[in-house]
């Protein structure tokens, strides 16, 4: 916009001072002359020239950094809302998932969506604690490598802050495939976990910093579990938020 502007207003001026200049001085205006002059004309410039920048410097310093997004496993002052990898940023708006199913099952005919949806569900307990343990390597063998080392590297951060992030009395009310689909040779699936959970952070010695040990929170995500085609393992790849 202030491009826009300062282009603009430059033309305007200068076109208004060179068609005054020629009327009034035939052309050759200048210091103690009736006209303005070409360096007249090279003063303004400069000086519109030097707005423009001082707009353009405005708008880079207001522009917002990257966000990072940390893995998490529920709302929290703690924690931002949640990693995936890049591979994954594109939208899959409008997934067949019944589709999606059709073609993991041509090359894993045993794939079952009830058998699937049960692994999910240990593997979410099964990371929940060692979260809260803020120790990794429990779970180490269900994570892609990425996955594994971002949540590595968060507890261990909440080990140096001497935090604790507690995850309590976790009721599930659902669980449900949400996408599915194959890109370059993986399977993706998408699942959607409803539940409600006490999230709060606590020191070492207990003493409660945030969230609340009474309140439960709305817990909303969607996990993505990635493997190569085939009847292979599963692992976690992806954490997000429900907007």
């Given at each position: 916009?202030?491009?826009?502007?300062?282009?603009?207003?430059?033309?305007?001026?200068?076109?208004?001072?060179?068609?005054?200049?020629?009327?009034?001085?035939?052309?050759?205006g200048g210091f103690?002359?009736?006209?303005?002059?070409?360096?007249?004309?090279?003063?303004?410039?400069?000086?519109l020239y030097f707005i423009y920048r001082y707009f353009v410097r405005r708008k880079q310093e207001e522009s917002p950094a990257g966000a990072y997004y940390r893995t998490g496993s529920a709302s929290s002052t703690e924690r931002q809302t949640s990693?995936?990898?890049?591979?994954?940023?594109?939208?899959?708006?409008?997934?067949?998932?019944?589709?999606?199913?059709?073609?993991?099952?041509?090359?894993?005919?045993?794939f079952n969506e009830n058998r699937f949806t049960d692994l999910c569900m240990d593997s979410f307990f099964r990371i929940q604690g060692a979260w809260i343990n803020r120790d990794m390597s429990s779970v180490r063998g269900i994570l892609t490598d990425e996955m594994f080392g971002i949540m590595r590297g968060d507890t261990e951060k909440l080990k140096a802050e001497k935090k604790i992030n507690k995850l309590d009395n976790i009721a599930v009310r659902s669980v449900e495939i949400a996408e599915v689909w194959q890109e370059g040779g993986i399977d993706f699936i998408t699942v959607r976990f409803l539940a409600n959970l006490l999230d709060?952070?606590?020191?070492?010695?207990?003493?409660?910093?945030?969230g609340s040990k009474t309140e439960p929170v709305k817990f909303e995500e969607y996990w993505t579990f990635t493997r190569p085609v085939g009847n292979n393992p599963w692992q976690l790849s992806a954490i997000n938020q429900a907007d």
């Amino acid at each position: 916009m202030w491009r826009s502007l300062a282009f603009g207003a430059m033309g305007g001026i200068l076109g208004g001072m060179l068609f005054s200049g020629f009327g009034h001085a035939g052309g050759m205006g200048g210091f103690g002359g009736s006209g303005i002059g070409f360096i007249e004309i090279l003063l303004i410039g400069g000086v519109l020239y030097f707005i423009y920048r001082y707009f353009v410097r405005r708008k880079q310093e207001e522009s917002p950094a990257g966000a990072y997004y940390r893995t998490g496993s529920a709302s929290s002052t703690e924690r931002q809302t949640s990693y995936t990898p890049t591979s994954q940023d594109q939208s899959y708006a409008g997934n067949d998932v019944p589709a999606g199913i059709d073609h993991i099952r041509q090359l894993d005919p045993a794939f079952n969506e009830n058998r699937f949806t049960d692994l999910c569900m240990d593997s979410f307990f099964r990371i929940q604690g060692a979260w809260i343990n803020r120790d990794m390597s429990s779970v180490r063998g269900i994570l892609t490598d990425e996955m594994f080392g971002i949540m590595r590297g968060d507890t261990e951060k909440l080990k140096a802050e001497k935090k604790i992030n507690k995850l309590d009395n976790i009721a599930v009310r659902s669980v449900e495939i949400a996408e599915v689909w194959q890109e370059g040779g993986i399977d993706f699936i998408t699942v959607r976990f409803l539940a409600n959970l006490l999230d709060y952070t606590v020191s070492e010695s207990g003493e409660l910093l945030s969230g609340s040990k009474t309140e439960p929170v709305k817990f909303e995500e969607y996990w993505t579990f990635t493997r190569p085609v085939g009847n292979n393992p599963w692992q976690l790849s992806a954490i997000n938020q429900a907007d």
